[in-house]
DNA sequence: TGTACATCAGTGAACGCGCGTTCACTGATGTAC
DNA sequence: TGTACATCAGTGAACGCGCGTTCACTGATGTAC
């Protein structure tokens, strides 16, 4: 007995999903605080009033997004933490990752950068929330690597949100170098390298 | 010859600088993309009109308030970097100066956090301008230091901006704890502390 | 010092416009029998 | 399978409101003589 989703729910998420693309492209050159209503429902061409079967307000859209933002990518974190190899090796891989991921969806990193810090209190609660998630599934990998021996869980977690900001910082200057020039990116991928190696050494001799 | 500023220089002077303080009070709940000019000339108490004497737009304001934010700083950053003692006790004292500055200054730290990444183009630029700045001049204080000696320009100016970027992490964690109990606010020092520690233990090993 | 004119920070009325929200509605889809 | 009723996603008109910007103005301050 599969489940077909029923004709009217379909086209209601359907909508939905018109919805959540439609502001995050407008998102790109302004704040959540000011995106307006009919603005988003404009961009999708449905009338204004249909915006309020799906959400509240646009800050309850805000905080759907931070979900589709940020709730497909625990799995992908967990791996590249724990992924094998030596040093080198694990931190050009964490950030090819990223820059994967700047190019297949800047509107969203975008998004999580703007409004972690933005104006509307629901949504950056939300990111806060899902970005200690990160820090804790970090911590956990963390906690199982042989370099972690004699770490105590405080300084696991320390180091976990390090990686965590390091992380956004990262994907922030790749998001900035989006429309640059190939060598500008590369820069980027330079600097960060040289801090995630600057942080490893910090970790490798932490109990000296 | 002392330069009294004439009557009405100062009476402008001063309006404009109510501009300035009514916007950045407005700016705690929300961002300055959504932020209105009858908003903030509503605040101060003169008419609409009144706003275009001082800025163009809500935008020109945001730039001057950057100014006004980051502008008295880097005497204080330079400071910091190049003050004397050991690491433990240059680690306590960063992070007692950041304390201190976000207690005096709330409002000017949380518009720097959420405008740095936010929807208002020509403020984003003049805040990765200042902080440019920030990180040239903490290289420069670095590359005086004794331990700095064998290492590269490149590298010293990537150290210089995980610096600067940890200093910004750092604030906005206190901007979050600044209405909490004093435990969370000693913890966020405890974790500062920390991460500033293996930065420092990282850039100790850098070379071997 | 006094007078006549220039400057210009702040005013207040007016404008057209898009906003968020309400309401009763329609008609396709779903369900019970 | 067919019929009768219920549900509910999306509509469209209407509302009151605050917005940014324009314009000609006022009257205190500044300046030239």
Redesign the pocket.
């Known amino acids: 007995m599969s489940h077909t989703?029923?004709?009217?729910?379909?086209?209601?998420q359907?909508?939905?999903q018109a919805l959540l693309d439609a502001a995050l492209t407008l998102l790109e050159e302004q704040s959540l605080s000011s995106?307006?209503?009919?603005?988003?429902?404009?961009a999708v061409?449905?009338?204004?009033?249909?915006?309020?079967?799906?959400f509240?307000?646009?800050a309850d859209l805000g905080v759907a997004l931070v979900e589709e933002a940020l709730g497909s990518l625990h799995p992908m974190i967990r791996t590249t933490v724990s992924t094998a190899g030596d040093s080198g090796e694990r931190i050009a891989r964490a950030i090819e990752l990223i820059a994967r991921h700047v190019d297949a969806y800047p509107a969203h990193v975008r998004f999580i950068a703007r409004e972690r810090h933005g104006g509307v209190q629901p949504v950056r609660e939300a990111i806060q929330a899902q970005l200690a998630r990160f820090a804790e599934e970090v911590k956990t990998e963390l906690a199982k690597d042989p370099e972690s021996v004699g770490w105590n869980d405080d300084d696991l977690l320390m180091l976990a949100h390090l990686y965590v900001d390091q992380m956004l910082i990262t994907a922030s200057l790749f998001l900035e170098a989006l429309e640059a020039p190939q060598e500008q990116r590369e820069r980027v991928t330079q600097v960060a390298a040289r801090q995630l190696r600057l942080i490893s050494v910090g970790r490798r001799h932490w109990l000296d």
Chains 1, 2 share one sequence.
């Open positions: 989703l029923g004709i009217r729910q379909a086209q209601k359907k909508t939905r995106l307006g209503l009919r603005e988003v429902t404009r061409g449905v009338a204004p009033t249909a915006f309020y079967r799906h509240r307000s646009t």
